[in-house]
């Protein structure tokens, strides 16, 4: 949008530095707007949908987003548990029911490991979606100006937090050499902020939104002991913030099933991790706008137990005046609602249906890349994808411009897609939401993929 008519206005005169700055991108919309009105086949959508029956025990044949069976047990909650204010950090229950559910997802058996995880963490403070925890952390962290590192591929949303709304700026790494994670570029990223600033902040998103990249247990563990390299190169504090949205979505045996954050946990170095996760899509609620930010503290902080305590509520004072100070405090109705799912139909039966949703999303991913490999074409490569919503077709950018592509397969193919076009992120390509297209049609998808490729 230009913002021609409003720039003419005193309402524009008077507006701050962010109000200047602050826009809706209208890239997504734009082209999912596109899609529900001219596609057959939309792979623009982020979200999990499916034919009810393929994960409901009796369910129809409708086409409807993917839901946990029980939530439906709920649209008659007690009152109390919708009208009031919830408290400013979540419903005390609910946040200490999700700490819990943190500490179960971290599959640690080690004694010591378990116990450490249990007593170095913060209770999980609730924000509004895994996207509020994203600015919540971004502005406690990031002067304007200052630097966070990213990989040139990722969320947009990101750079609409970062850089339109608080005025701070983000240092790019190449995110694949040689189709794994650049950890060289990652490396070089870091020692060049360290030159610019006394903190080290970064944002690493597994499963990746757009590419579904997720690493290896070796890449893992690669990038882990890069980071603890690069810090006693640097020695300034790392606040690595692990963005979880789709924590868990993971295809394959040999790619991390579990955050980065547990690892990062257990390291005595101040590389200090902050995991944002929420309901939205780990349990398939989207607009329940409930997410969780919790921290991973270091015992070498503090002296004793009391002081570990002492420093946990000042830490809490902080992120309760920063909702305080946005949002006041979150939706009660789905903070009841998480709460009344992990206590009455309890963590098993949440794993056992969240695992239908996943083992359809993977029937959909090995579809999609077996089909995808029979796309014999120098001017397309497919990025490493193992978990997620998404996958990334990344197109020659001297041959082939990614929006361009996208209209056409639009137009005259009738396939909605999300074009990505960075010239100077390198990145030309486009992103398929698979999540949101049923295995029948998939074959149908990459077959007029592959006529559009021809037509240029
Ligand atoms: C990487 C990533 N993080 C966060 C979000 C937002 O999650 P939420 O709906 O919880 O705000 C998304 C997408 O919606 C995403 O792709």
Redesign the pocket.
């Known amino acids: 949008m230009e913002f021609k008519y409003i720039q003419k206005t005193p309402l524009y005169k008077a507006f701050s530095d962010l109000g200047k700055r602050i826009l809706l991108p209208d890239g997504i919309f734009y082209w999912s707007g596109r899609a529900k009105k001219e596609a057959e086949i939309i792979g623009t959508i982020?979200t999990a949908f499916g034919y009810e029956k393929d994960f409901i025990d009796g369910g129809s044949n409708e086409w409807v987003p993917c839901y946990l069976n029980d939530i439906k047990n709920y649209t008659n909650i007690n009152i109390k548990q919708v009208v009031p204010y919830a408290s400013i950090g979540g419903l005390p229950d609910t946040r200490e029911i999700w700490k819990k559910w943190i500490i179960r997802k971290s599959e640690e058996t080690e004694n010591d490991k378990i116990a450490r995880l249990e007593k170095y963490i913060t209770k999980p403070i609730i924000t509004s979606?895994?996207?509020?925890g994203?600015y919540l952390t971004c502005a406690m962290f990031l002067n304007p100006g200052e630097y966070i590192i990213s990989p040139n591929k990722?969320?947009g949303?990101y750079d609409n937090i970062i850089v339109k709304h608080l005025g701070a700026e983000i240092k790019s790494f190449e995110f694949f050499k040689d189709n794994k994670i650049n950890l060289q570029s990652l490396k070089e990223t870091i020692e060049d902020v360290a030159n610019r600033q006394e903190k080290i902040i970064i944002i690493l998103?597994f499963p990746?939104?757009p590419t579904g990249y997720n690493p290896t247990f070796e890449e893992a563990k690669d990038l882990i002991n890069l980071l603890k390299d690069t810090y006693y190169l640097v020695k300034k504090p790392m606040i690595v913030i692990v963005?979880d949205?789709?924590g868990y979505y993971v295809y394959t045996d040999n790619h991390l099933k579990k955050s980065l954050f547990y690892e990062l946990q257990q390291l005595d170095e101040d590389i200090i991790p902050i995991k944002l996760d929420?309901i939205?899509?780990e349990l398939l609620m989207?607009g329940g706008?409930i997410?969780f930010l919790t921290i991973g503290l270091k015992p070498n902080w503090v002296n004793n137990d009391e002081e570990l305590e002492a420093l946990k509520l000042e830490i809490n004072n902080k992120l309760e005046g920063m909702n305080r100070s946005t949002l006041s405090n979150c939706n009660h109705f789905y903070q009841a609602i998480t709460q009344k799912l992990f206590n009455e139909i309890g963590v098993n039966k949440i794993i056992e249906a969240q695992n239908k949703v996943i083992e359809l999303l993977k029937i959909r991913y090995e579809k999609i890349n077996s089909e995808l490999a029979k796309i014999d074409n120098p001017d397309v490569s497919i990025d490493p994808n193992s978990g997620g919503f998404f996958l990334f077709v990344n197109l020659n950018p001297d041959r082939i411009k990614a929006t361009e592509f996208a209209d056409h397969l639009l137009k005259k193919y009738k396939v909605g897609v999300i074009p990505i076009e960075k010239p100077y992120e390198n990145i030309n390509g486009i992103r398929i939401a698979y999540c949101s297209i049923d295995v029948g049609q998939i074959p149908e998808l990459i077959n007029r993929i592959n006529l559009a490729l021809k037509d240029f």
């Open positions: 982020g979606g895994v996207t509020n994203i990722r969320w949303n998103n990746n939104n963005d949205a789709y929420g939205t899509k989207y706008r997410g």
